[in-house]
């Protein structure tokens, strides 16, 4: 693992082929079911989207200063995919998936010229098969451009400091530059460059260091000063963020701060393998930077850098994992993974060394340690796949990225338009830029009715299709009046939601929808008060079972029954989903006469369910006594206490 630039030959035919095959791993891993995986478009993604929508329409900036601020770089990219691939999904984090492939050649680059294209091509496999770089690849944020800018900048410095040309020191410069309009962690980044040429400095390289840094500087100097003009403008947009998570912040530190700060050192360094990022968006709860397949790797890079210390590259790589590792310590929650990201792809090359000291093991024949390298390098990326796939479909991942306000901007979507659509504002509000900023950037909302209930809403023309989107907890009594012409209201509730701090999920959203009245095969009637008209029963999965219910009340009076939907097995009851009928919010007193109401309702079982064994019951009871209310024949007379809807 030579460093000078003499021994840094090209791979063999087979060598550009691992490559080669790196680069498309590295595409697939980042690209496949994009749109989907994870599963929903955080808040923050979705401001970015936004913040594309407005410089599209030209209004540029140097930094967006909404969601607490941010570099313009992520943004500009976005406008220009969201121009060709449209207000979706998809345009917002196809930015971070091709700028995260294409660092894996950046990654070669930088690892051949410090350490030959053995290590270059085993780090590039690394970050094309990490979960890391690949979920911050997967994700509508800024923070993935600094590892390409990191690498490039110091791709550019290396071959400036050896080739001697004024053209490659200024090409460094530029990068760097342009790495401050990527994300915030590039502050950081001086303290490291300072202290790498100090030490080369200590090593007695002046020579073009001394005449090239002037060059480098220039560079960085021509692309900055924009930003930096916008900064001596607007100082307290410098350091805004900074100070709301600093462990300096009393509020943070709990009045301890040494004692936060050896917390902090300790949890940051656990991140490479004893525990990552615990926040569900950045990270697979608590799983480390690397699996455990690249601990002896990794622990045997780590130990060659520092008994090569005198080299450049191997004292380069310690000193930019730990210097940049100094932006999570310093900061509220570590470790954490966008804050960190300044580490990428430095610490990558430790397991990359490690994988090429075993892969020359001189006491293994080739073919056997090759192997062995090969395996390993399998089995990491198996358990990455398994893992964000297990990732991408936990319930909780959708909770925490919003999927529920991208199937509202899916819904609003799909309205007819000659519906006439209402949304509470609760859900977005353009002056104040709060709610839910997926669901303006995904849906036009040029023909949706913004409302608040304390503000009243206009009623929709007599006999026009309605349809409304509410928050759940706020007031509803105006519903009613909407819906008074609709023969059948159609009540569906949102996909569940829940807030970073908030304990339980809960629907997103209600929505109420005008339909015609439709013809009912078999009525069965509860009592003298309700009519079940019709009923589809639609099995989603194996363990999930939809059924559509139609009711109708037809006695005078407010009534407080509940309606049980009861799935029973061989064994008794396996469970149920009991609500008022019409849903939970569709109240006692919004009933009108020869009005419909459509309701769904899940049953979720622990076993696979069965059309032909599975029996699924309805019926009505008081909350208080829990009598039932009788099934009644045409003629009035009692028939038993529950409708057997399936089979």
């Known amino acids: 693992m030579q460093t000078t630039h003499k021994n840094h030959r090209s791979p063999s035919r087979f060598g550009w082929a691992l490559l080669l095959l790196a680069v498309g791993t590295a595409v697939f891993l980042r690209l496949y079911n994009l749109g989907i995986w994870p599963p929903g478009l955080y808040r923050d993604e979705a401001f970015n989207g936004l913040d594309a929508l407005r410089a599209l329409d030209g209004e540029f900036a140097l930094f967006f200063t909404a969601n607490n601020g941010r570099e313009p770089l992520y943004i500009t990219l976005t406008a220009l995919s969201v121009a060709l691939f449209g207000r979706t999904v998809l345009a917002v984090r196809l930015v971070a998936a091709v700028v995260g492939s294409l660092t894996t050649l950046l990654v070669y680059k930088l690892g051949r010229c410090w350490f030959g294209w053995r290590v270059g091509l085993l780090a590039a496999w690394l970050w094309a098969i990490t979960l890391w770089p690949v979920h911050l690849s997967r994700i509508g944020l800024r923070t993935i451009l600094l590892p390409a800018a990191l690498a490039l900048t110091f791709w550019l410095g290396t071959e400036a400091y050896r080739r001697r040309k004024v053209g490659w020191w200024l090409a460094a410069g530029i990068a760097y530059g342009l790495g401050f309009y990527t994300y915030l962690a590039i502050r950081f980044t001086p303290l490291l460059l300072l202290t790498l040429v100090a030490f080369l400095l200590c090593q007695g390289r002046r020579d073009w260091l001394r005449r090239g840094v002037g060059w480098f500087l220039l560079g960085t100097a021509v692309t900055l000063l924009p930003l930096a003009l916008f900064y001596l403008q607007n100082p307290d947009l410098l350091l805004g963020r900074t100070g709301q998570v600093s462990i300096l912040n009393p509020t943070i530190n709990g009045g301890n701060l040494w004692g936060t700060l050896w917390q902090q050192i300790g949890r940051s360094l656990g991140l490479f393998f004893w525990q990552g990022d615990t926040i569900v968006r950045h990270n697979p709860a608590g799983r480390p930077f690397f699996d455990w397949l690249m601990a002896v790797p990794f622990l045997l890079g780590l130990g060659w850098c520092f008994q090569n210390w005198r080299r450049p590259a191997a004292t380069a790589v310690l000193l930019w994992s730990g210097i940049m590792l100094g932006v999570t310590v310093l900061a509220e929650d570590a470790p954490h993974f966008l804050r960190a990201v300044g580490i990428l792809p430095g610490a990558i090359f430790l397991p990359a060394l490690g994988l090429a000291w075993l892969w020359r093991w001189e006491r293994l024949p080739q073919a056997v340690s090759g192997t062995m390298v090969a395996m390993l390098m399998a089995g990491s990326l198996f358990l990455t796949i398994t893992d964000y796939v297990n990732y991408s479909q936990q319930p909780e991942t959708a909770l925490f990225f919003e999927a529920a306000a991208v199937e509202l901007a899916e819904s609003l979507n799909a309205e007819d338009s000659g519906t006439a659509v209402y949304l509470d504002r609760w859900f977005w509000d353009e002056a104040s830029q709060k709610g839910w900023p997926s669901i303006p ?34 007031d509803l009594e105006f519903v009613p009046e909407l819906l008074a012409d609709a023969e059948m209201v ?129 019926g009505l009871y008081d909350p208080v006594t829990l009598d039932r209310l009788p099934v009644l024949d045409d003629n009035g007379n009692l028939q038993k206490d529950s409708w057997q809807l399936a089979p």
Do not use: C, M
């Not at 009715?449 to 349809?467: F, I, K």
């Not at 419909?596 to 064994?613: F, G, I, K, W």
């Open 441 to 474: 950037f995904l849906a036009d909302l040029d023909s949706v009715t913004l409302y608040r209930p304390e503000d009243g809403l206009s009623l929709a023309a007599s006999g026009h299709p309605v349809s409304l989107y509410a928050w759940p907890f706020g």
């Open 490 to 618: 159609v009540v569906g509730n949102g996909r569940l939601a829940r807030g970073d701090l908030e304990p339980e999920p809960y629907p997103l959203y209600v929505r109420y929808a005008s339909n015609t009245r439709p013809n009912a095969t078999q009525t069965v009637q509860f009592g003298n008060e309700f009519q079940l008209h019709s009923w589809t029963i639609a099995p989603l999965d194996e363990q999930t079972v939809q059924v559509d219910l139609i009711w109708q009340k037809i006695g005078g009076g407010q009534s407080s029954q509940i309606a049980f939907l009861h799935l029973l097995g061989a064994d008794g009851l396996i469970t149920q989903a009991d609500a008022p009928p019409g849903g939970a919010f569709w109240f006692p007193h919004w009933w009108r006469d020869n009005q419909l109401v459509h309701e769904r309702r899940l049953l979720t079982l622990s076993e696979p369910y069965d059309p032909a064994l599975h029996i699924i019951q309805v």
